[in-house]
């Protein structure tokens, strides 16, 4: 009947509801995808938010010393919280840096250590040789302990995804290159690390 009603409207008429229907069918198909829309909006804020969060599960350390003693923390830590699922990441910077050296031959020196397990005389620890015995003596330490070589831990943190940052301005202060850094690390300035750090739970100064 309705159908029938139309075809006996005057084609004029018939042209403008017709032109109605599709305007209403139209609106409608808008209303629907505006929704549609929000609701995809609002779920990626909430995944963007929950990552965010997730992000902030991470650990920013700093390496500013370049002594083998002082050398094992930062890479110890970082490999530990990789273990942990944390994200981590060691800025190298200062004297640091001579960590990532290619060529490096780190040392520990038993002059004025009073934290070595032999306490040696300051007149002991300045005689010629000294850093040396010194270095060997905690390098079979740590060997005893089958705890793994700096290089060693180096590998480790990039295996496991261990952000590992050389500074940059380090790098012109001193005037070293790239080429003299191992392969597989970033390169950054301060204002990239603290960017990093300000979504850390973990930050630590060694």
Do not use: W
Not at 102 to 107: E, F, G, V, Y
């Amino acid at each position: 009947m309705t159908t029938e009603l139309v075809k006996e409207l005057d084609p004029q008429l018939r042209s403008s509801l017709n032109k109605y229907i599709d305007q209403r069918i139209v609106q409608a198909s808008k209303q629907i995808y505006d929704s549609l829309l929000n609701k995809i909006e609002t779920l990626e804020e909430k995944v963007r938010a929950g990552e965010q969060k997730a992000n902030k599960n991470r650990a920013a350390i700093i390496a500013s010393k370049g002594t083998l003693d002082m050398a094992y923390p930062p890479l110890l830590l970082a490999t530990g919280a990789r273990s942990m699922g944390i994200e981590a990441s060691i800025f190298f910077t200062l004297y640091g840096i001579n960590i990532l050296r290619k060529d490096a031959n780190l040392k520990v020196a038993p002059l004025a250590n009073p934290a070595m397990p032999m306490p040696v005389p300051n007149l002991i620890g300045a005689l010629p040789g000294m850093t040396a015995m010194a270095s060997m003596m905690m390098k079979n330490m740590f060997k005893k302990q089958s705890v793994p070589t700096i290089k060693e831990l180096l590998d480790m943190c990039r295996d496991s995804g261990v952000k590992l940052v050389a500074c940059q301005m380090t790098l012109d202060v001193l005037g070293m290159k790239k080429e003299d850094l191992i392969d597989g690390i970033e390169y950054g300035g301060l204002a990239t690390f603290i960017e990093y750090g300000m979504g850390a739970t973990i930050t630590l100064y060694v």
